[in-house]
């Protein structure tokens, strides 16, 4: 028996279904803990789209986990090492979710996501051009799609169900949402994990030019990492010797299938389109590549 290329949704019968996301199958374990499983479902424009890319779960569990491990110094994180065939006695569904699967702590998920951009790019980039800011944050006159920013700024936004989309927020309003401590809390946090993933990848040749954290508090109110943590599916990723101000530079992350998506005649709701083969195989060639240079 071997696990299955690629998986599209999960069936697991031994353990009751809490949520489907975007990505990622969640279980119930008992009060304590959940099974989460990254599938190879991808999302753009907050819309799930009808074909998967073969391997990627497994790639963005194991960036997730790299990542995970690496900045535990900064915050703890909802991982458990609880091995997978104490949860799962059914041989068959273990290896339907093999490498693709993580056992975590229960917590209670805040109810924005934390997003930090060190460049200027995507909706940020849009922003700027109309109104000079981005979230609210006052910019520089005169910069240039794609140019790195003065600073990292931390721009949240609201959590949207599947097919609904995200929408940016100001801090004040996160703020109200959270409580003006634990919103602080969550921006310094935020900063301070993209800065030092963002020094990691450049030495390694790959720019984060902007990534989305999300966390969760215990019953103490301690705050914990948790979903996902700088992968090519919460993050854009450039290759540092193709990078130049002015374009939207190549990448190893899912914009190139935004790109494709935006010359079709799509309104960005659900129903999303079919991908061509070979732009699905392309997307998981450049994660496979980002994972290799990023975990070596």
């Not at 996301?21 to 099974?35: F, H, N, P, S, T």
């Not at 849009?126 to 240039?144: H, R, S």
């Not at 061509?276 to 994660?287: D, H, I």
Request: aromatic share 8%; glycine share 6%.
């Amino acid at each position: 028996m071997t696990a299955p290329a690629v998986l599209y949704q999960t069936t697991l019968n031994h353990l009751p279904l809490r949520a489907r996301g975007k990505v990622r199958d969640i279980y119930d374990i008992d009060a304590e803990r959940m099974l989460i499983v990254t599938t190879d479902r991808l999302s753009a424009f907050d819309v799930v789209l009808p074909d998967p890319i073969p391997g990627k779960g497994r790639v963005l569990t194991r960036v997730s986990n790299f990542w995970f491990h690496k900045m535990q110094h900064i915050i703890p994180n909802h991982l458990l090492d609880t091995p997978l065939t104490e949860i799962l006695p059914d041989a068959a569904e273990c290896e339907q979710i093999e490498g693709r699967a993580i056992i975590v702590k229960k917590l209670q998920p805040l109810p924005i996501e934390a997003i930090v951009r060190g460049y200027l790019i995507g909706s940020g980039w849009k922003d700027y051009q109309k109104t000079g800011t981005v979230c609210g944050i006052p910019l520089p006159a005169g910069l240039q799609q794609a140019q790195q920013l003065p600073e990292p700024i931390f721009t949240p936004s609201t959590k949207a169900e599947v097919a609904a989309h995200d929408e940016n927020i100001a801090f004040e309003r996160a703020a109200e949402l959270l409580g003006q401590d634990l919103a602080e809390q969550v921006r310094s946090v935020s900063i301070r994990l993209y800065t030092e993933a963002a020094a990691y990848a450049k030495a390694r040749g790959i720019i984060i030019a902007d990534t989305k954290f999300e966390f969760g508090l215990d019953n103490n109110g301690s705050l914990y990492l948790i979903d996902e943590a700088l992968t090519p599916d919460s993050s854009r990723f450039w290759p540092a010797d193709q990078y130049q101000v002015g374009i939207s530079p190549p990448s190893f992350d899912k914009q190139y299938v935004r790109d494709y998506l935006e010359t079709l005649d799509w309104n960005k709701t659900a129903p999303g389109p079919k991908l061509p083969s070979e732009v699905a195989e392309y997307c998981g060639k450049k994660y496979r590549e980002a994972e290799a240079i990023l975990t070596q």
